[in-house]
């Protein structure tokens, strides 16, 4: 891929992945949450309002980044997932050979949070999943891609 198709490729990702985050706006209230919880071993993700479980949905991990330094480390780099979470993100692992860049197959790199929204809609559209939630700690953001995204009766 050249720079003007790499381009191409982030502008249509990007693209589907505003499609798709205005759906979970529009269908499950995204954006409205007070805080999110997980469980790594079911591969779930909660959002929670008013200390109720509203949604769940199945995750894979695409990768953290930190506020603080600007750098990107790939999901399937970090040990702080198991190492089945690992395995499946290692299906990202293809965006390098898909656009010919090696930061997609280096554990870290250096960007910033706009490349950060970029790189988890190119993972959106690799995967096929339903969205993206970008969950905050402290300096680092977590980005999970989502499918089997459902409001959970409490």
Avoid at 23 to 43: A, N, P, Q, V
Avoid at 93 to 111: C, P, R, S, V, W
Wanted: with cysteine.
């Amino acid at each position: 891929m050249n720079d003007e198709e790499f381009q191409t490729y982030i502008d249509t990702c990007f693209d589907e992945l505003e499609r798709k985050q205005q759906h979970l706006i529009d269908t499950f209230g995204f954006g409205s949450f007070d805080k999110f919880e997980h469980d790594f071993e079911k591969e779930e993700l909660y959002l929670i309002k008013n200390d109720k479980v509203l949604v769940k949905a199945k995750i894979i991990p695409i990768g953290s980044f930190n506020t603080e330094n600007g750098t990107w480390m790939w999901g399937w780099a970090n040990e702080a997932f198991p190492q089945g979470l690992r395995g499946k993100a290692a299906k990202l692992k293809e965006l390098e050979a898909i656009t010919g860049f090696e930061m997609f197959g280096n554990d870290m790199a250096e960007i910033d949070e706009d490349m950060a929204w970029e790189i988890s809609g190119m993972s959106l559209n690799l995967l096929g999943f339903e969205g993206v939630y970008r969950g905050p700690a402290n300096k680092t953001h977590y980005f999970y891609a989502m499918e089997q995204v459902a409001s959970v009766n409490s």
